[in-house]
């Protein structure tokens, strides 16, 4: 058992095991990752403190397919980035504003406290600005389902390669 965990540790594999092969890239991504000749920078906004949980759910999906997009090309570089951390209230709301003309439309997040009377707005970029030789485009990494027929994680997580294949597409 210890000589095969020390082995492991040098090889990595992941099985799909999903009918609809949900957890594999496409062939065509795997394709233009591998044409990559120049850095590909994601900054993903995800990040936020006190985020809720199927926030971070979305987080955490998006963290494990840029892995993969970086096991597959190392030009692959990213960061997580919280636009909002450190800044003052009007920063904050110049940011929101420059989020939303770029097409990343700030998602408000409601804070209730244990008094009804009190609560709080604190927003969260559901994107990320995706980077290929000196130019950028916008990524939406939350998607929302208006007949509610899925559920906001499961359309996001569905859509989330899509998404991010498309930006680099478009660059």
């Not at 692959?76 to 003052?88: A, H, L, N, Q």
Request: proline share 3%; aromatic share 10%; net charge negative.
């Amino acid at each position: 058992v210890i000589a095969l965990n020390v082995i492991s540790s040098f090889w990595y594999g992941k099985f799909d095991l999903a009918q609809d092969k949900r957890h594999t890239l496409s062939e065509s991504t795997i394709k233009l990752l591998e044409k990559s000749d120049d850095i590909i920078l994601i900054k993903i906004y995800l990040k936020s403190k006190d985020m809720p949980a199927e926030y971070e759910l979305l987080a955490e999906k998006a963290k494990e397919m840029v892995e993969e997009f970086r096991r597959i090309s190392s030009n692959v570089k990213y960061e997580f980035i919280d636009p909002f951390e450190g800044k003052t209230q009007e920063e904050s709301k110049s940011i929101l504003s420059e989020f939303a003309h770029q097409g990343l439309t700030p998602l408000p997040i409601r804070r209730e406290y244990k008094s009804a009377t009190e609560s709080s707005t604190q927003y969260l970029i559901p994107g990320a600005v995706v980077s290929y030789k000196g130019r950028e485009v916008v990524s939406t990494l939350i998607e929302k389902d208006y007949r509610n027929k899925y559920t906001t994680n499961d359309l996001s997580t569905s859509h989330m390669e899509y998404n991010l294949v498309l930006a680099l597409k478009t660059l």
